[in-house]
């Protein structure tokens, strides 16, 4: 049989080299333990913001409000395209109303015309009647 190896005994300064060693290894194991216990908890309550222990993510926040910015921005958008479609389809009806009393004012016009030579040749073929001269 081979003889019991012994230990070797360690002093006080390699004793406390290896307490401390031995503690910030358990304090990183339990930072560890704890923060994935966070994600569990995140991904089971499918939820950022009712995670306990919440950090808050700077670039999550940031992006979070550019979010709530260009929805603000689309709405306005939305809003003002409406605005802008219902005038263009009130301009849209006046254009053709416009189009519409140009193109009466014309036939009128022509057929003023009209009347006035028709009334012209009556009246020359009246005093050719009245004058015998037909």
């Known amino acids: 049989m081979k003889p ?3 230990p070797m005994l360690l002093t006080k ?6 307490v401390d060693r031995l503690t910030t290894e358990l304090q990183l194991i339990t930072s560890q333990r704890n923060e994935l216990q966070d ?3 995140f991904i089971s309550e499918d939820t950022m913001d009712n995670r306990p222990y919440h950090k808050p993510n700077p670039f999550y926040e940031k992006l979070k409000l ?11 958008l939305e809003v ?3 605005d802008t ?4 389809g009130e301009l849209t009806k006046e254009t ?17 015309k009209k009347l006035y030579m028709l009334r012209q040749e009556k009246m020359k073929l009246l ?3 009245m004058t015998g001269s037909y």
């Open 4 to 6: 019991k190896s012994h």
């Open 13 to 18: 300064n390699q004793m406390k080299q290896e």
């Open 39 to 41: 994600h569990l908890t």
């Open 66 to 76: 550019e979010h709530a910015q260009v929805v603000s921005e689309l709405r306005t």
């Open 80 to 82: 003002d395209y409406t």
């Open 85 to 88: 479609s219902e005038k263009f």
């Open 96 to 112: 053709v109303f416009y189009h519409l009393h140009s193109w009466l004012l014309m036939e009128q016009t022509q057929l003023e």
């Open 127 to 129: 005093d050719d009647w």
